[in-house]
């Protein structure tokens, strides 16, 4: 499945101003390609548009011209990312060729109740007490604002057939997804007009080496990620050292998971997360949930023997896997070799996709 492109076809992507996360440097790598490696007439599109200066300081080395207004042409084609303020941005447009990234899927979703679509007077309530909890005694958030809605709401299929409806899927002409979750998940409902397209991670990662001598008996987490079920891992293995991956620079995470043996996440894993990729580029064992994207081989291509459910009666049976990859190190790493090698063929999957989708013979 391609896309219609001309002559003067000019391709806009758009992206949250002055944000620094992995969905924008996806969306700064596309435009990028388009333009480097496709040779295309491609820019971003930053919303809100008001900022004087929307472009993140990380995201500079991309050099991506920008517009604050679109051609509504239908020669020229508009990609958003799931988000609702980005699928919403669509509205505003008659005539150009629609396009969805779908980066995540469970982000789809939450953005959506977080943008008060949806009166959900609990998740309000929540939300005051962990702003209490953080800014007033500076502790860790007491509930999981996503793990409450994403229970509530995957899995409600009157609920996303509603929404998507809404989104008025019928008049996207193509989307791309990330992840083989995504397309499982809108081809559940009876969306096929569907192209992968991954993406792959920041060179300072590939480019990164590790000391198999210098690793250490440490576990790495994402506290931002299934930080309950990771929270009962951790009591119940007092003698394990854990580290966690937050208001760290690139570099002190790289050299993080240089020094750790093992990154573990039982997070939801929206789409294709990065910091597992990171992690095991950089000789790290991982262990993740079965949730989201780690359900999918595709997705996380490490051996089964290290997904497990994110259920009480198997945190003994995670300790142990834990135990066994420090004790045995210089063995467990080699199971995911095959994961590495995949992680360093994505950069040139990602061009060879995108030659796929903006097929140069097309012109009209």
């Known amino acids: 499945m391609t896309l219609s492109i001309s002559r003067n076809t000019k391709i806009y992507v758009a992206s949250p101003s002055n944000v620094a996360t992995g969905g924008p440097e996806l969306l700064h790598q596309l ?11 491609a820019y971003m599109y930053y919303f809100p548009a008001f900022l004087e200066n929307p472009v993140h300081p990380n995201y500079e080395i991309y050099n991506c011209p920008f517009v604050k207004e679109i051609e ?13 303020k980005g699928i ?10 629609e396009v969805i990234w779908w980066l995540s899927i469970d982000n789809f979703i939450t953005s959506y109740i977080y943008s008060n679509k949806i009166r959900y007077s609990s998740i309000t309530f929540r939300r005051i007490i962990n702003k209490i909890s953080r800014d007033i005694f500076e502790k860790d958030n007491i509930f999981d604002i996503n793990e409450i809605i994403l229970k509530k709401y995957l899995y409600n299929k009157n609920f996303i057939s509603k929404f998507l409806k809404e989104v008025n899927m019928q008049n996207i002409d193509l989307n791309l997804c990330q992840s083989y979750y995504a397309m499982n998940f809108l081809g559940g409902f009876g969306i096929n007009n569907i192209v992968y397209l991954s ?6 990662f590939l480019l990164e080496t590790f000391d198999i001598n210098k690793k250490e008996n440490i576990v790495t987490y994402n506290p931002q990620k299934g930080y309950g079920f990771t929270k009962k891992i951790i009591s119940s293995a007092p003698n394990i050292k854990f580290v966690p991956i937050i208001n760290m620079t690139r570099q002190q995470v790289i050299e993080t998971l240089q020094q750790a043996k093992i990154y573990i996440d039982f997070g939801n894993h ?9 992690a095991a580029i950089l000789g790290c064992c991982v262990i993740t949930g079965k949730r989201g994207s780690a359900a999918f081989y595709e997705d996380v291509p490490v051996p089964e023997e290290y997904k497990f459910e994110d259920k009480k009666e198997n945190i003994p049976v995670i300790i142990e896997k834990i135990e066994d990859c420090f004790e045995n190190f210089d063995e467990r790493y080699k199971d995911f070799d095959y994961y590495r090698q995949v ?10 996709d995108l030659k796929k989708i ?4 097309n012109f009209k």
């Open 270 to 278: 929206p789409g294709k997360d990065r910091v597992p990729r990171e």
């Open 358 to 361: 903006f097929v140069l013979e």
């Open 343 to 352: 992680i360093k063929q994505e950069p040139a999957k990602f061009i060879e």
């Open 199 to 204: 993406d792959y991670l920041n060179k300072e």
């Open 88 to 97: 919403e941005l669509l509205r505003s447009f008659k005539k150009i060729q």
């Open 72 to 84: 509504d042409k239908k020669t020229n084609i508009f990609i958003v990312p799931e988000v609702i």
């Open 31 to 41: 435009v990028y390609h388009l333009r480097n490696s496709l040779n295309l007439d």
